[in-house]
């Protein structure tokens, strides 16, 4: 018997169309029911889920990476496009907020009163997406008088809903990005020393209080260049001097991990000097594709923290500072979690710490990352 001949596929049948254009009816039972701003506001809502669910594809797909050991270095390429792709996702989500405002508050407010107590706090992959990259559960901020962001994920009569199951099967789902990338970098050789090598404290304290020394000499040109163009008075001097002696404090107790618990130091401490120590080198051959990772994360946040942002902006224009559908502070909530949610503190706080490159601790042995080689 000769096989089944396979079967054509139209466009609308892969895609799914007819399907896809069934789905905007809210609660009503049809969408012939709903006004044109409320189509509007359910398909915005649906591409933005839609978005969501690619990130959190590309960013398992780096953390899977990451959490291997070693990290194949021909794949680092691979997560690089993955948090790029997380980024355009967020970006273009961001620009449907243009879209939203073109609705009027009056015709908002003739549907709002359906949401309630409906939230976007309620989106179950926005919330992965957090657990997946390593939002701490401490910082999260809370909703209304729920005591945990979980709450809001249950169903009216507080049984489990399809959201919170979703977000449990997430919150056991380990390693997160972040640790998993921390652990990466906390491996990264440092003058060729690798964490396990014997006298390896003793490299990174050296490199550590190189790159201070540095970091000395280059608060003290600003301080000095500011105090001769900046200041009018002894008052003034004395506020400069200050505030650049506070930076470099501030720069030695980082760097010697003073502001985390003991039992926690030996590993900050590498890690954080790990991360100067690509972004201060990342024209060598062996650092090229690791500091272009280190860049993807910050882009990748960044773009994640803008989309908060402009969403806070388009949530004010189109109804001011009305408490939120879900009971939350509305615009003062998105506020607080544009400013509040960080993930990649670390290499957050590089940018603040980085030399310029004549001030940079010289690497002890160039070959090791790839500078002799033909």
């Keep these: 018997m000769q096989p089944d001949s396979p079967r054509p596929t139209n466009y609308w049948d892969y895609i799914r169309v007819e399907e896809l254009l069934q789905l905007q009816s809210g609660t009503a039972t049809s969408e012939q029911q709903l006004t044109n701003d409320e189509v509007r506001f359910i398909v915005i809502h649906q591409i933005d889920e839609l978005w969501f669910k690619l990130v959190l594809r590309e960013l398992?797909?780096?953390?899977?990476?990451?959490?291997?050991?070693?990290?194949?270095?021909?794949?680092?390429?691979?997560?690089?496009?993955?948090?790029?792709?997380?980024?355009?996702?967020?970006?273009?989500?961001?620009?449907?907020?243009?879209?939203?405002?073109?609705?009027?508050?009056?015709?908002?407010?003739?549907?709002?009163?359906?949401?309630?107590?409906?939230?976007?706090?309620?989106?179950?992959?926005?919330?992965?997406?957090?657990?997946?990259?390593?939002?701490?559960?401490?910082?999260?901020?809370?909703?209304?008088?729920?005591?945990?962001?979980?709450?809001?994920?249950?169903?009216?009569?507080?049984?489990?809903?399809?959201?919170?199951?979703?977000?449990q099967r997430r919150q056991q789902d380990r390693p997160t990005l972040k640790a998993a990338v921390d652990a990466w970098l906390h491996r990264t050789p440092i003058h060729g020393s690798h964490p396990d090598d014997p006298g390896d404290e003793q490299v990174v304290a050296r490199f550590i209080e190189r790159y201070l020394a540095g970091h000395e000499t280059l608060c003290q040109r600003a301080m000095d260049h500011a105090v001769a163009v900046q200041a009018l008075t002894a008052g003034d001097q004395e506020r400069l001097r200050a505030r650049?002696?506070?930076?470099?404090?501030?720069?030695?107790?980082?760097?010697?991990?003073?502001?985390?618990?003991?039992?926690s130091q030996a590993f900050v401490r590498r890690l954080r000097a790990a991360i100067?120590?690509?972004?201060?080198?990342?024209?060598?051959?062996?650092?090229?594709?690791?500091?272009?990772?280190?860049?993807?994360?910050?882009?990748?946040?960044?773009?994640?923290?803008?989309?908060?942002?402009?969403?806070?902006?388009?949530v004010e224009r189109v109804i001011g500072r009305r408490v939120g559908t879900g009971g939350s502070d509305g615009v003062a909530y998105l506020d607080q979690t544009a400013l509040k949610y960080r993930v990649f503190t670390e290499i957050w706080a590089a940018r603040t710490l980085l030399l310029p490159p004549d001030l940079c601790p010289t690497i002890e042995d160039p070959s090791f990352y790839g500078l002799m080689q033909q």
């Design 60 to 167: 398992t797909a780096a953390r899977d990476l990451f959490a291997l050991r070693p990290v194949p270095e021909n794949a680092l390429a691979g997560a690089v496009a993955s948090l790029r792709r997380v980024t355009i996702c967020f970006e273009l989500a961001a620009q449907h907020f243009r879209l939203m405002e073109t609705m009027r508050t009056q015709d908002y407010l003739l549907f709002r009163d359906k949401l309630n107590p409906a939230s976007g706090f309620q989106s179950a992959q926005m919330r992965e997406i957090e657990i997946l990259l390593g939002l701490p559960d401490g910082d999260r901020i809370p909703l209304g008088n729920e005591g945990s962001y979980v709450e809001a994920l249950k169903s009216h009569d507080g049984s489990p809903s399809p959201a919170l199951r979703r977000v």
């Design 276 to 314: 100067l120590f690509v972004d201060s080198n990342h024209t060598l051959p062996l650092l090229s594709w690791p500091g272009k990772i280190i860049d993807g994360l910050i882009e990748c946040e960044q773009t994640m923290l803008a989309f908060r942002q402009r969403h806070a902006r388009m």
């Design 244 to 263: 650049y002696r506070g930076q470099l404090q501030g720069a030695r107790r980082h760097l010697r991990a003073e502001d985390v618990p003991p039992a």
